[in-house]
């Protein structure tokens, strides 16, 4: 099965079921999603992990978000502000949406402008740490002029305006029930975090943090003949080899998200004959982070905070380029995507593959050369002074890391050979992974997330809405490191800090015109992997799986994959 296939077969099957539709809201009973990393939360501004935006996607939403095909759709909104129709002033500072007169949320009380500019103060409150901060990047303020008009006002001119409340990674929070949540605040609220009230299709009947969520259809939803389910059961938890079996061979479920699985194994999934795969590229890349900071535990609540005044708080030799340039050179990439993903996979060296225009052609990593990397390392004075077969740093601390991940067949299939590649050039490697419901949950408390980072290395994937990645990028800002003081919250997960690329980034928000934005991209990407950011490793196609009686699936790599689960539907079998 090709990547190719799946695609035709998806799009055939779109085309032979258009047109089909709910006769009305909740006539088609229950649906029933599993995605074998469960969701810990359902608010995405105290969450990295896409479970966790993709599952609250169903309840809570944004003004406006990118359809299957890139484009930016209004939402709760009546249309998409441009400069041509008057919604982005002429010298780019400022955006004027205009929500749709009579949304109401799932309660029954009025959707306003009051609670969208709550939202912006709950994600840039000071005291507090936000997941998604970097969407609100050069925002200077947000007014309500009245019930129906949002204005955001940009420090300087802002070609791309479309970063706040726009895309699954930014939904609206309701500002009654958020109200006494900002701040420090915010990871206490578990009743509110764990039930959001929406203006989504869905809402939260009971929610039991990574294992299963119960929603049934919202009696406020704007469209009255939406969702044709009445009943939804989200199960979290397992793998994905079970999640992918449980659509497409014994049709327990209707929807089984991110099957990480290798090629033949779902060929012969799809073989049972109940279910269908589908496909598509979008930036998704699985690569590994290079913690720049100090990850000794013996730092005790410091531990992965760079530049604290108290001690050594960068790393010990993972920000020399000779090394993390050498540990690159080991890895065969080609091999990797050949075991794990086949034709849903393809060789990148890049953070941004897509859109096409910021995928950067100036750098190669497809062939693999452990002399070269030996050498690369001997070289800059790291040895292996004792015979041990562990190489030392120049002042005499042994090259030995910790490798972390979620916990995936594929994933620990890349480790274990990684680990020998690496061994094999003289870095002494120890591998970890971890439940993926709680390597990529928000939980402040738990020692074990991505966003901590008690490791030197770590692995996983990331992507982002739209097909502008100036967001995206300021992931790599200096500031958006995560901290005790943001509650973990951040973005940069590395702490990696470069001068010129926070200016960079400045540049990029100024910047009007798409081959000079793509520009400013490319050089970006260059410079976040070159200086040591992290080790980009395959270019992965989404691939998730639907039964064959769930009609009005449409996967979007833009965004949420469950971005029109309103439209979703049973098909008769008879």
Not at 319 to 336: H, K, T, Y
Not at 536 to 559: C, E, F, I, K, Y
């Amino acid at each position: 099965m090709t990547l190719k296939s799946v695609l035709m077969t998806s799009a055939a099957a779109a085309v032979s079921l258009a047109g089909m539709a709910a006769a009305e809201r909740g006539s088609d009973g229950e649906v029933k999603i599993i995605y074998w990393q469960a969701p810990s939360i359902l608010n995405p501004f105290l969450s990295g992990g896409t479970k966790d935006v993709e599952s609250s996607s169903m309840i809570i939403e944004p003004l406006a978000r990118y359809n299957e095909k890139g484009e930016l759709v209004p939402w709760l909104v009546e249309e998409i502000p441009t400069v041509d129709n008057g919604g982005v002033s002429e010298d780019l500072t400022q955006i004027t949406w205009n929500i749709t007169p009579g949304l109401m949320w799932s309660d029954g009380t009025p959707f306003t402008s009051a609670d969208v500019k709550f939202t912006y103060e709950y994600c840039t409150d000071p005291e507090g740490g936000c997941g998604q901060i970097t969407k609100f990047e050069g925002v200077e303020s947000v007014e309500t002029p009245d019930e129906t008009t949002v204005v955001v006002t940009f420090a300087g001119a802002t070609p791309n305006p479309y970063g706040p409340f726009v895309g699954g990674e930014s939904p609206i929070l309701q500002m009654a029930q958020f109200a006494e949540c900002k701040g420090a605040a915010a990871p206490t609220c578990t009743d509110q975090n764990f039930g959001p009230i929406g203006t989504g299709p869905f809402v939260v009947d009971e929610f039991k943090p990574n294992d299963v969520i119960v929603m049934s259809a919202n009696p406020n939803y704007r469209d009255p003949a939406k969702p044709a389910f009445a009943k939804v059961t989200f199960k979290g938890g397992g793998d994905a080899t079970a999640a992918g079996r449980a659509v497409m061979e014994t049709g327990e479920f209707d929807y089984a998200w991110n099957l990480q699985l290798a090629p033949d194994v779902i060929a012969q999934m799809q073989e049972g004959g109940l279910g269908t795969p589908v496909a598509g590229f979008g930036p998704l890349v699985e690569r590994i982070m290079l913690n720049n900071a100090n990850p000794d535990p013996a730092r005790g609540e410091l531990r992965s905070v760079k530049d604290d005044p108290t001690g050594p708080s960068e790393h010990p030799f993972l920000g020399d380029p000779a090394v993390f340039n050498a540990m690159s050179m080991a890895i065969d990439r080609p091999l990797l995507v050949e075991i794990g993903y086949g034709q849903a996979g393809k060789v990148t060296c890049n953070w941004v593959p897509a859109p096409d225009a910021f995928n950067s052609t100036s750098m190669s990593c497809d062939t693999q050369d452990l002399d070269a990397a030996k050498a690369m390392l001997e070289e800059a004075g790291y040895v292996d002074r004792d015979g041990d077969g562990i190489r030392e740093t120049p002042d005499g601390v042994k090259m030995s890391i910790l490798y972390q991940t979620s916990t995936n067949a594929v994933r620990q299939d890349f480790q274990a050979l990684i680990k020998g590649w690496w061994e094999e050039i003289g870095i002494e490697t120890e591998l970890r992974n971890i439940n993926a419901s709680v390597f990529f949950g928000g939980d402040p408390g738990s020692p074990d997330t991505f966003q901590k980072f008690y490791a030197d290395v770590e692995m996983y994937a990331n992507t982002f809405n739209g097909t502008d990645p100036q967001s995206y990028l300021g992931n790599g800002l200096c500031d958006k490191a995560p901290r005790p003081e943001t509650q973990w919250q951040g973005e940069n997960i590395s702490r990696f800090c470069s001068p010129e690329f926070d200016a960079l980034h400045a540049q990029l928000r100024d910047t009007a015109g798409i081959d000079a934005r793509a520009e400013l991209g490319r050089q970006m990407n260059d410079l976040a992997v070159q200086q040591g950011q992290m080790i980009p490793l395959v270019h992965r196609g989404r691939l998730s799986a639907h039964a064959n009686t769930l009609g009005g699936v449409v996967l979007n790599v833009w965004d949420s994959e469950l971005w029109n689960v309103a439209d979703w539907y049973r098909i008769d079998s008879n």
